[in-house]
C-alpha cells in the first residue's frame, strides 16, 4: 500500500517511497506527503473538517489528531509532513477524547440553526458530532453577525463559518483568482473580498460546494429545500465544450441547485491520479439552471397562421409538417430543402438528424455551428493528418511541461479546462505561455505573457514557424521521415523578415525564438488555439500554419504532447463527428467516399444524395445565398437562429422570406422562430437523454432528471416522427438503441479509452507550403480602432441569456474600451458613445477595461441590444466555407446624448453653486440683523 501527495506529481519528478507505521500496520507513503493521505490509504477515516485533497492543508479544525510516537502533544494529521520511520496510532482513547473535543468546541459557538440552514442534514459539522458522538452540547457564546447578501449568487453567513479556510483555498490555489480573505470587522473574523468590499468574483462557486457547513449560501435556492428531498441526477453541462459532468440536484421538476464531486468528495474516498480535474464546475453550469424552469419556454407546437402563432397538437403538425417538405420534394427535389442544427444537440439527436436530412429528405444542404469557426481545424486539420479533433487527454493538458495558448481568452470561454491548465503551471512546474491582444486573465498568470499587437496572429505564428526552423530546433524524426515537407517549409519561411514579425506583432525577435525553443524542446508540449484564431479572417491558413509548427515541434509524435483545438458550443465536435456538415457523413468521413456511402446506405435501407449534382450540399452560407436567389424552399432550424446570430448585412430575413416553409425547433422563441412556419418546443438538456462530446473528444453521458415539461419534446423523437409521416420510418424505442446505429457505423466513437489515430501527411503537403507563407499585410494601422465581438464567462451563446439566474449575475451590454481611448473620448464607465463601422453606426454603453489595447473594443457576443452585430461585415472562407463576422474596423465618437447630460450636469452645478451663494449670502444678512 503506498500513498503519494497529488501536488507535485509531475511525470518528471521521482516519487521517493518510505516505509511508516500507522496504527501497527507498515506502510510505503511518500517522504513529505500529508500524514492524512498516508492514513487514509490504510482504510482509516480520520475526522476532519479543513482538509482537503485540492490544495494545500491548512490545520484549522483541529480535529484529525492523531499521536506520533516521539511528540508530547497530539499532532494534526493533515498539516504533518511524513517522515521515515514513523509510527503513528489513530485510534486511541486518547485521540478519539481529543477529536470529540475539538467538536464540542466548535459547537459551543455554532448557531445551531440547522432547520433554517441549507446544509442541514448534509453538513460536515452535524456529521462530525453524530459520529463522534459528541451528544451533551455544552452551553457557549453564540456569534451574532448579520449576513452579508451583497453579493450575487452568493450570501455569506459569518455566524456558522467554522473559519476552516477551505473556501479561501481553494479560489486561490485552485482558481488561482484569490478573492476571499480573512478580514475582521465588529470584533469578529469575517470571510469575504479583501478589504471587506462586495465580493465581485467569478462565482464559480467553488467556496460554495467545499465550505463544510452552511456558512456561504446559494443565493438563488436558499430556504427552498432540504437536502434529502433532492434527487440527484449526474449528468453533463449543457453550456461549454468543457462538457463537465453535474449533479442536477431536483424537487417536484425543479432544479434547485447544481452540484457537482468537489461539492461531495473531499477528503474521504477520492484517489485522483495526478493531472485529474478538481471536481468543480463554473459559474454557467453551477447557477444557470432558471432557463429550465423558465415560463417562457415555448410548450407546445405552434403554426402561423394570417401572421399569428396558433397552438396545435403535435400530430397535427407532424402531419402538416411533412406534407409540405412532401410536396417540395416532389416539386424542386432534395436539393430545394436545407437544414442547420446547433451544437447543443445532442450526438444521438444530431446523427439523427443528418439521417433524416440525407436519407428522408434526399439533400446534403445540413450545417452547424462549427460553420462560425471550429470547421477550420477539423477541415485543416483532416486535410493535413485525418485527424479531426484534439489529440490529448485533459490529464495530458494538465501535466504538460510547456502550453502555448494562442488567439483564446480561455478562462471566459472554457473555465473548467482553463483550470487544468492553471494545474500545469502551478502544480505541476509547466511552462505557460499565452499570446493575445488583450491582457487576459491566463495571459496576466502566463510564464512567459505575449501580448501581440491587434491583428498579427499570422506574423506571430509564421514567425514561430520560421524560428524554429531557423534556429535548428525541428523535431528530428519530422526531418528524417518528411525531408520534403521540412525542406518546402524551410524555404517558404525563408523569405519571412525577423524585423517585420517583431514590428507587426510588438515582440521582440528574442521573445519569439524563446517561445519556439521552449515549444520545441518541450517533452509533452501543447499547442492550444481558439476562437480569436479560427473565427477571424485568414482562420484557415492560420490553423494550417499552427499545424506546421506542432509538426516541427513533435508534438504528434511525443507522448503526452499534442494538439488542443478548442470549438465553442457543448457538442460543437459531436455534431462534426455526427456528420451534420455537408463534408462528413457520421466519423468525419468524407461524404463522397463510394464504399463509405455505400456502407451507410445499406445501413439506412436508402439512397444518399448524390454526389455528381451541381452542388455536393451546401454549407452555412450557401444555403443563405442559395435562399437569396429563390433555391431554397424548406428550412429545417434545430437550436439554430441566423437571425439573432449573423449581422443584418448578410440580409438573412431577406433571404429567409424567400423561403415557403420554415421549421423552427428551439426550447425558447427566437428571432429567426419569430418567422417561421411551425415552432416546435424541445427539450433542454436536464430533460434529455443521449451524449455530449466534449472539448478533448470525450463523450459524455446526457441523463434526464425529470421527463420533458408540457408538451415538450427531445428532438430525436421529433425527427423520427416526422420521418414516419413521410413515408420513411426511422424509428427508435429509446436513445439507447440510437446509440447502438451509432456504434456499428462509427466504431469505437463512445469509447472512453481511445487513442488518436493520426494519419500520414498527405502527399500535396509539400506542394502547398509555400502558399501559406507568402508575404501579407497587417489590415490594421494606427487610425483604426477595432471592434471584436467577444465571449464572457458569464454566459454561452445565447441560451444563457434566457437564464433569469446568470442574466442577474451578469447581462452587462457594455462596450468594453481601454482606458486610453476612453480618455480620447473624455468618456468614462455607464456614458454612451456612439460607434460607427462601414455598415451602420449606434449608441452603446461602455465599460473602461484595463486588460484592453488602446484601439480595441470588445462587446460581448451573446447581447443583440444594442444590435452590435449589425455593425460587423461578413466574409466566407474560400477554403473551409467559415464565417467570419466577428471584427470589424469602427470609429469611436462622444455620443450628442453624452454631450447633453455633460451640459446637464454642469448646468446643475452651476445652479447649485448659485443656490449655495444665495444661502450664504442669505444667512449672512440674517447675521447682520
Ligand atoms: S465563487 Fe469562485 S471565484 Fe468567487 S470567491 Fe468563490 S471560489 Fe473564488
Ligand atoms: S465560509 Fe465555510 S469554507 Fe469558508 S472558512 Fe467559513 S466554514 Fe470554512
Ligand atoms: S459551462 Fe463549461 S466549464 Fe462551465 S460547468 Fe458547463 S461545461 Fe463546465
Ligand atoms: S486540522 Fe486537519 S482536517 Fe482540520
Known amino acids: 500500500m503506498s500513498s503519494v501527495n497529488k501536488q507535485n506529481a509531475s511525470p518528471d519528478r521521482k516519487v521517493e517511497l518510505i516505509d511508516i507505521v500507522i496504527d501497527g500496520k507498515t506502510v510505503q507513503a511518500e517522504e513529505g506527503s500529508s500524514l492524512f493521505n ?57 485521540m478519539v477524547d481529543a477529536q470529540k473535543a475539538a467538536v464540542a468546541k466548535h459547537l459551543k459557538t455554532h448557531p445551531l440553526d440547522c432547520p433554517v440552514c441549507d446544509k442541514d442534514g448534509q453538513c460536515e459539522l452535524q456529521d462530525m458530532a453524530y459520529d463522534l458522538e459528541v451528544y451533551d452540547i455544552k452551553e457557549g457564546k453564540r456569534k451574532v453577525i448579520p449576513e452579508d447578501t451583497r453579493a450575487v449568487a452568493l450570501d455569506f453567513n459569518m455566524e456558522r463559518c467554522i473559519l476552516c479556510g477551505q473556501c479561501i483555498n481553494v479560489c486561490k490555489e485552485v482558481q488561482l483568482v484569490d478573492a476571499l480573505c480573512f478580514y475582521k470587522k465588529d470584533k469578529a473574523k469575517h470571510v469575504g473580498a479583501h478589504g471587506g468590499e462586495t465580493l465581485d468574483c467569478e462565482f464559480c462557486g ?49 432544479i434547485k441547485v447544481v452540484t457537482s464531486e468537489l461539492s461531495y468528495t473531499s477528503k474521504f474516498g477520492f484517489d ?22 423558465s415560463d417562457k419556454r415555448l410548450t407546445l407546437p405552434q403554426v402561423k397562421n394570417n401572421g399569428e402563432f396558433l397552438e396545435i397538437p403535435w400530430f397535427k403538425a407532424m402531419i402538416e409538417i411533412a406534407k409540405r417538405l412532401n410536396d417540395i420534394k416532389a416539386a424542386y427535389g432534395g436539393d430545394a430543402i436545407a437544414g442547420l442544427i446547433s451544437g447543443r444537440c445532442t450526438n444521438e439527436s444530431v446523427y439523427l438528424f443528418q439521417r433524416f436530412m440525407r436519407s428522408v429528405l434526399d439533400t446534403n444542404n445540413i450545417d452547424t455551428a462549427a460553420r462560425y469557426g471550429h470547421m477550420n481545424s477539423v477541415l485543416a486539420l483532416q486535410e493535413t493528418l485525418k485527424i479531426g479533433g484534439a489529440t490529448i487527454s485533459l490529464q495530458e493538458l494538465a501535466l504538460s511541461d510547456a502550453i502555448l495558448m494562442v488567439g483564446s481568452d480561455f478562462t471566459e470561454t472554457n473555465p473548467i479546462t482553463a483550470l487544468r491548465v492553471k494545474a500545469s503551471m502551478a502544480e505541476y512546474g509547466g511552462k505557460l505561455m499565452v499570446a493575445h491582444n488583450t491582457e487576459t486573465k491566463m495571459l496576466k498568470l502566463a510564464t512567459l505573457p505575449l501580448q501581440i499587437a491587434v491583428g498579427s496572429e499570422s506574423h506571430f505564428i509564421q514567425g514561430l514557424v520560421k524560428a524554429v526552423l531557423s534556429k535548428g530546433l525541428a523535431d528530428s524524426d519530422f526531418i528524417e521521415k518528411q525531408p520534403a515537407a521540412y525542406t518546402a517549409l524551410k524555404s517558404a519561411v525563408a523569405q519571412i523578415a525577423e524585423t517585420v514579425v517583431s514590428e507587426k506583432t510588438g515582440l521582440e525577435w528574442e521573445k519569439i525564438e524563446e517561445v519556439a525553443q521552449t515549444l520545441a524542446l518541450s517533452k509533452r508540449g501543447v499547442l492550444l488555439w481558439a476562437e480569436d484564431i479560427v473565427s477571424k479572417t485568414g482562420a484557415y491558413q492560420n490553423v494550417q500554419r499552427l499545424i506546421d509548427l506542432a509538426l516541427l515541434c513533435g508534438l504528434f509524435r511525443k507522448k503526452g504532447a ?89 440580409k438573412v430575413r431577406e433571404a429567409l422570406e424567400k423561403i415557403d416553409l420554415i421549421i423552427c425547433q428551439d426550447p425558447f422563441m427566437s428571432e429567426t422562430a ?256
Open 562 to 650: 499534442g494538439i488542443l483545438p478548442v470549438c465553442e458550443e457543448n457538442n460543437e465536435q459531436g455534431a462534426v463527428d455526427m456528420g451534420a456538415v455537408p463534408e462528413f457523413l457520421p466519423g468525419q468521413i468524407s461524404f463522397d467516399l463510394e464504399d463509405e456511402r455505400q456502407r451507410f446506405e445499406s445501413a439506412w435501407h436508402a439512397t444518399l444524395p448524390s454526389t455528381s449534382t451541381k452542388r455536393p450540399g451546401l454549407s452555412l452560407p450557401e444555403i443563405i445565398e442559395a435562399a437569396h436567389r429563390g433555391e431554397i424552399k424548406a428550412l429545417y432550424l434545430v437550436g439554430e437562429n441566423p437571425l439573432g446570430t449573423l449581422p443584418a448585412s448578410m
Open 206 to 254: 467553488d467556496c460554495l460546494a467545499v465550505c463544510p457547513v452552511g456558512a456561504i449560501v446559494n443565493k438563488f435556492s436558499k430556504y427552498t429545500f432540504k437536502p434529502w428531498q433532492l434527487e440527484k441526477t449526474e449528468t453533463t453541462c449543457g453550456f461549454c465544450s468543457d462538457g463537465c459532468t453535474l449533479t442536477l440536484e431536483t424537487k417536484a421538476r425543479e
Open 674 to 929: 419569430e418567422v417561421a412556419d411551425y415552432v416546435l418546443p424541445v427539450a433542454t438538456f436536464a430533460e434529455n437523454e443521449g451524449t455530449y462530446t466534449n472539448i478533448v473528444g470525450d463523450v459524455n453521458r446526457v441523463v434526464e432528471a425529470f421527463s420533458p415539461r408540457d408538451e415538450v419534446r427531445p428532438d430525436w423523437k421529433i425527427f423520427s416522427d416526422l420521418s414516419k409521416n413521410l413515408g420513411h420510418p426511422i424509428q427508435y424505442r429509446a436513445v439507447e438503441e440510437i446509440r447502438a446505429e451509432i456504434n456499428t457505423l462509427v466504431p469505437g466513437y463512445y469509447r472512453q479509452d481511445k487513442t488518436m489515430q493520426i494519419g500520414d501527411l498527405s502527399e500535396d503537403f509539400a506542394r502547398h507550403v509555400a502558399d501559406r507563407y507568402k508575404t501579407e499585410e497587417s489590415k490594421n494601422t494606427d487610425t483604426t480602432i477595432t471592434l471584436s465581438l467577444q465571449q464572457s464567462l458569464y454566459h454561452s451563446g445565447k441560451l444563457s441569456t434566457h437564464d433569469e439566474n446568470l442574466m442577474e449575475i451578469n447581462s452587462k451590454n457594455f462596450l468594453q474600451i481601454s482606458p486610453a481611448d476612453a480618455e480620447v473620448l473624455q468618456a468614462e464607465t455607464g456614458d454612451l458613445i456612439n460607434i460607427k463601422s462601414a455598415f451602420g453606426q449606434l449608441e452603446v454603453k461602455i465599460e473602461v477595461a484595463e486588460a484592453l489595447p488602446k484601439g480595441l473594443v470588445y462587446y460581448p457576443i451573446h447581447f443583440n441590444d444594442p444590435p452590435v452585430k449589425d455593425l460587423m461585415t461578413v466574409e466566407v472562407d474560400a477554403k473551409s466555407k467559415t464565417i467570419y463576422f466577428r471584427s470589424i474596423a469602427v470609429t469611436l465618437a462622444r455620443s450628442a446624448s453624452l454631450d447633453l447630460k455633460v451640459i446637464a450636469s454642469e448646468k446643475a452645478l452651476q445652479e447649485e453653486e448659485k443656490e449655495n451663494k444665495e444661502e450664504t449670502e442669505s444667512s449672512a444678512k440674517a447675521e447682520q440683523t
Open 272 to 293: 485522483i491520479e495526478a493531472g485529474d480535474g478538481h471536481g468543480g464546475i463554473c459559474v454557467r453550469g453551477r447557477f444557470g439552471f432558471q432557463y429550465v424552469m
Open 38 to 94: 498516508a492514513i487514509k490509504w490504510t482504510g482509516v477515516e480520520l475526522p476532519a473538517m479543513c482538509y482537503h485533497y485540492s490544495f494545500s492543508p491548512f490545520g484549522s479544525c483541529g480535529l484529525c489528531l492523531v499521536e506520533v510516537e516521539g511528540k508530547k502533544n497530539n499532532v494534526r494529521a493533515c498539516t504533518a509532513k511524513v517522515i521515515e520511520g514513523m509510527v503513528v496510532n489513530t485510534q486511541t482513547e486518547k
